[in-house]
Every structure is written in C-alpha cells, then in structure tokens.
C-alpha cells in the first residue's frame, strides 16, 4: 500500500466532504479503488408472495484497505460529481452480468445514478455491455429514483426507453419520497414500483401511511406493474405488505445484502 493512502484515512469523515480538497482526495482514492478491484456487490434478495426469491438487487460496497467497508451513502454522491459515476455503473453492471450465472439465473437490479442517465450514450454503452457479457436483458431491472426522468429531460427518458426496447425492465426506487411520484403514474412507462422503505418503517404506527401502500399497491395491479415493498425489518410490517397486495419483498427480516458465496447468504441454489 501507498504512504499516501494513509493520509486517505483521516481524510474519510463524512463531516469533511463538504470541503473541495478531502472531496478531490476520496475521488482520487475511489478511482484508484476501481482499478484495484477495492469495489464489490453485495446482493440482497426479493421475495415473491410464495416467499421463493425471485430476484436480487446489487449493492456497492468499498472495501478499503485501512478503512473496512465504506456504504455506497459516503461515496456515490462524491462520484456523481465526475465522470467517476459512469464508470462506477459501468463497473457495477459489467460485475452484476458476470455474477448471474451464481445468482441462479435470476433476474438481478442494478441502481442508476441520474447523472449516468443524462449520458446521450448511456442506453448503447448498457447495451454493449450486456452484449459483451452475453447476457439476456430481461435478467436486469435498472433502478432509477424517482426524482430521475421527470427532472433529467429528454434524454434520460430516450435511455430509458431504449433499455425497455431491449427487455430491461424499469423500476422506480424510493416511490413516495420525492415530490413527483404521482406525476410518474401517468407520464412513464416502468415496470416495478418500489415503495419507499420510509413507508414501511411507519405503517405500525400511522394510518395514513398503511392507507397510501394499499392505495399504491391498488393502482399498480390496475397499471399493471409489480409492487416491492423494500426495508422490511420486522413480522408485522411484512404480513401487513402481504395483505395490502405488494408483490415483492425485500428487507433485513428477509435477507441482508451480502457477497455472493457467503454461508447464509440468501442466493437460490
Ligand atoms: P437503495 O437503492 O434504496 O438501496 C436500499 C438500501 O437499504 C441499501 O443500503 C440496503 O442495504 C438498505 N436496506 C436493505 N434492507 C433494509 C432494511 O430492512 N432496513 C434498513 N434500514 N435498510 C435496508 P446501501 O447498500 O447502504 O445503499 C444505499 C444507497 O446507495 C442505495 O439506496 C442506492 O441509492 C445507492 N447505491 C447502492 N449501490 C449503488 C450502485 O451500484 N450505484 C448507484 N448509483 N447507487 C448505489
Ligand atoms: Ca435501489
Ligand atoms: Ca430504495
Ligand atoms: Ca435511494
């Protein structure tokens, strides 16, 4: 390891990132760590209403050398200030294509940053990709929050149009926690909705919130469009997601993100 990468170190703390120089410093480490292989998917699974997994979605992590793990929460937005985020993403999906084959041929969710959908070539680079991997897009769904196309113009939505062309399917992560998700309902073509985990975490306690899931879960069979509920932490949130008719689950009580090949790790065999 470099001297310099202990520097690095202290440089890490959250309080710092606002300031432009220890932000220029994690850039500089990140892009060193994805040419040293320092980045890794975690998976997490779906369930479907027979509890089978049905899918997985991939996490990033950064395994840091003196560090230990750093959440993507630390180090995404740093990388959505350059052209670091393109290449993270093209990363991220290139690794989720070769890992398929070990995740069962299930079908396997990738998050997008909306700076990578502002892109003019980011459908055809996604597409050379999986191209390139030999892999079916129908085994990928492309999380985009919700935020996303509404604001990000023309562009984002013709990616993501051309991406459903060819058999990758969309899904709205975060449903419910911008302010234009009602608005997406009508404008946008998409696949899966996943219902903010902020959602679940307060169906225990507030009505209105249990009242909003059973409503969203309501137009998204008449769409049709499948409904994940995500951050299902405990029994009663998940049998209570159940009776409101979501599709999919997804959450610590169900399964954590992990490497593949871990003991426990909830992959289908
Ligand atoms: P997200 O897409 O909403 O992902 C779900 C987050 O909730 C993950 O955090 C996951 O570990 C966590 N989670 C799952 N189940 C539970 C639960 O039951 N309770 C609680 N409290 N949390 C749960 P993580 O892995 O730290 O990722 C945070 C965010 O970073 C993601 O939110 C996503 O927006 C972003 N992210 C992660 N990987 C990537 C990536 O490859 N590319 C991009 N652009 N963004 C990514
Ligand atoms: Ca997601
Ligand atoms: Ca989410
Ligand atoms: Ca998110």
Redesign the pocket.
């Known amino acids: 390891a470099k001297k310099g990468g202990r520097h690095a170190v202290v440089a890490f703390d959250p309080d710092m990132l606002g300031d432009e120089r220890h932000r220029r410093f994690i850039e500089r480490e990140l892009r060193a760590a994805l040419l040293m292989e320092e980045l890794e998917l975690h998976y997490?699974p779906v369930l479907g209403t027979d509890m089978a997994i049905r899918s997985h979605e991939?996490?990033?992590r950064w395994r840091h050398q003196v560090r230990g793990m750093i959440?993507?929460?630390q180090f995404?937005p740093i990388a959505e200030e350059s052209d670091l985020?393109v290449k993270l993403?093209e990363w991220?999906l290139r690794r989720a294509c070769g890992d398929l084959a070990e995740l069962g041929g299930l079908p396997v969710a990738?998050?997008?940053?909306p700076v990578q959908l502002r892109q003019a070539d980011f459908a055809r680079s996604f597409a050379a990709i999986l191209q390139d991997t030999g892999t079916d897009p129908r085994a990928i769904i492309v999380?985009v929050t919700e935020t996303v196309p509404l604001d990000a113009g023309e562009i984002a939505m013709a990616n993501l149009a051309a991406l459903r062309r060819l058999g990758v399917r969309i899904a709205i992560?975060?449903f419910g926690a911008g302010h234009a998700s009602l608005q997406y309902l009508r404008g946008f073509a998409f696949d899966i909705i996943k219902i903010d985990?902020s959602y679940v975490a307060n169906m225990g306690s507030s009505r209105i919130d249990g009242m909003i899931v059973s409503a969203v879960c309501e137009i998204a069979r008449a769409l049709p469009v499948e409904v994940v509920a995500?951050?299902?932490?405990t029994q009663e949130q998940f049998n209570q997601l159940r009776l409101a008719g979501c599709s999919g689950f997804?959450?610590?009580?169900l399964g954590r993100?992990q490497p593949l090949g871990k003991p426990g790790n909830a992959v289908a065999a």
């Open positions: 997490q991939a996490l990033v959440p993507p929460a995404i985020i993403g991220v990738v998050n997008v940053s999380e992560d975060d985990r995500e951050g299902i932490e997804q959450g610590y009580l993100p």
